[in-house]
């Protein structure tokens, strides 16, 4: 197959640059997975989220956060007062990584390299939608961002500075708070996510 990355860093717009995101071979994660999941939302978004790698219905769906996390975003999103027709959504990882189980696929965390070999695309959608903000979700997303590893915990709440210019904050991933058994503490942890969203509006 032809090499594609020059194309992709010649793309001059999102259209085009998913079109070529189907055509990618640089990791062997679109063997298994049913499609590539390119970002969506707003050209010119004034935020844009980024996630780890789309799910399993995104995957079936081929559309970014339409699975459950994706409707808790939507949710927080609405809650922290910014209109979700003005935000660019993504991931650092386009295709989904998983383990069959059964008839179950259970999500696997991307491994660095699989990451880095992603990164072209994530750094052309930065380079297309010009956001004011990014806000990472996960410490895969700030990864992938940061060129380095991160610590949400650690460094959550602060505006961090991307390597190629523009500003940075670090939240949970709305994959996290679905998973916390506890109803007190998810609905603690929820609160925190709607703040820290609505922080990055307001930056």
């Known amino acids: 197959m032809a090499d594609i990355m020059p194309e992709a860093r010649a793309a001059r717009s999102l259209r085009r640059l998913a079109a070529l995101e189907h055509q990618c071979r640089r990791c062997e994660l679109y063997l ?8 969506r939302g707003a050209r010119r978004a004034r935020l844009m989220l980024v996630g780890e790698q789309p799910g399993d219905r995104e995957d079936l769906a081929g559309e ?5 996390a994706g409707r808790l975003l939507a949710d927080a999103l609405e809650e922290a007062g910014i209109d979700a027709g003005e935000v660019f959504l993504t991931n650092a990882v386009k295709h989904f990584k998983f383990e ?3 008839k179950r696929r259970i999500h696997q965390r991307p491994r660095a390299a699989e990451i880095d070999a992603c990164n072209l695309w994530l750094q052309r959608e930065l380079a297309l939608v010009k956001p004011h903000m990014v806000v990472a979700m996960g410490a895969t997303a700030g990864r992938a961002l940061l060129g380095r590893p991160v610590t949400v915990g650690r460094e959550r709440g602060l505006q961090l500075e991307l390597p190629g210019g523009g500003a940075l904050r670090l ?3 709305p994959s996290y708070l679905l998973r916390l058994r506890e109803r007190e503490d998810r609905e603690r942890q929820y609160r925190g996510f709607v703040a820290d969203l609505r922080a990055a509006a307001a930056d």
């Open 171 to 173: 939240t949970v991933h």
């Open 100 to 102: 069959q189980r059964g």
């Open 32 to 39: 298994p997975a049913t499609q590539v999941v390119p970002g």
């Open 64 to 68: 970014a956060f339409v699975g459950p």
